[in-house]
């Protein structure tokens, strides 16, 4: 028992160290946020449909409330990801990730809603430990301040995921992994075709290869084996475990492009750190 929780930790953390690389890719794809979320959602869907079909995966959706189901969940997986971009954009690759992970926070505090599990008066005193250090890192508190915008689309991104994860983890029993992600792309994909219209895609031919990485190695591997956690763990402790992507953001960002976090952002992140410790070690008991 205690051998497939540890394999089954390892994976939730590699996945999430595989998604964590969304921030410095997301900071420097040249591209508009909703311009990077279509390539791709394109590139994955791709990825995914090859894996699914090579691996003989079953595509078929096994009812119609099942499919409505996936296109909400795709709503908000394509809406916390634009937010989530735009997040980068205007601040840095660690205060977009961190403030991202407020995500737990509200997955705690709303699976309640989605399942018969009670609030669990643990996560509420992560919740906190997790707001105090977004508060941390929150800079001036001026509207006109970019990286406060950034925070504030860093947290409703939060809020989408949640949403995203909570419609997502009914699915997880009942679906392959690799398949519950490919249509989520597919909705994604479809959803933003507007973009095609009125957002910049002049520097696409030269960020194609990085686009290609966020697609596989985020996307395809990364999201897909953290959807997999979802059978061995509640949504609520692989959002808290989860955690620890901003701190590979960050570690990621510092050797990659030399991105230095502030004193305020070690604290921060700190605290947030803290509570991936703290429920990795609960959900094992």
Not at 157 to 173: D, E, G, M, P, Q
Not at 200 to 220: E, G, H, R
Request: aromatic letters at 12%; one cysteine or more.
């Amino acid at each position: 028992m205690e051998n497939s929780h540890n394999k089954n930790l390892s994976i939730l953390l590699l996945g999430t160290l595989f998604v964590s690389t969304s921030g410095v890719l997301g900071k420097y794809i040249a591209l508009p946020a909703e311009a990077i979320i279509f390539s791709r959602a394109i590139l994955a869907s791709i990825f995914m449909y090859t894996f699914c079909r090579i691996k003989k995966v079953d595509l078929k959706i096994k009812s119609r409330k099942d499919f409505y189901s996936f296109v909400i969940s795709g709503f908000f997986m394509a809406a916390h990801w634009v937010t989530y971009f735009i997040a980068l954009k205007l601040s840095n690759v660690a205060l977009g990730m961190l403030t991202l992970f407020t995500f737990p926070v509200i997955t705690a505090l709303l699976e309640p809603f989605f399942t018969k599990q009670k609030l669990n008066p643990i996560h509420i005193f992560l919740a906190i430990l997790v707001l105090i250090g977004v508060y941390i890192l929150v800079p001036d508190l001026s509207i006109e301040n970019d990286q406060l915008k950034g925070v504030l689309f860093g947290i409703f991104s939060a809020f989408c995921y949640a949403l995203r994860n909570l419609t997502i983890k009914k699915h997880v029993k009942d679906y392959n992994g690799s398949m519950l992600m490919l249509h989520q792309m597919i909705v994604v994909a479809v959803l933003l075709i507007p973009v095609l219209f009125f957002s910049d895609f002049t520097n696409l031919q030269s960020q194609i290869p990085l686009l290609i990485l966020v697609a596989l190695l985020t996307t395809a591997i990364g999201h897909t084996m953290m959807v997999n956690s979802l059978k061995h763990f509640s949504v609520a402790t692989a959002s808290i475990i989860s955690s620890v992507q901003p701190i590979f953001g960050i570690i990621i960002a510092y050797i990659f492009v030399n991105e230095i976090p502030s004193f305020n952002t070690f604290i921060g992140g700190g605290l947030i750190l803290s509570t991936v410790i703290i429920e990795s070690i609960r959900s094992k008991k």
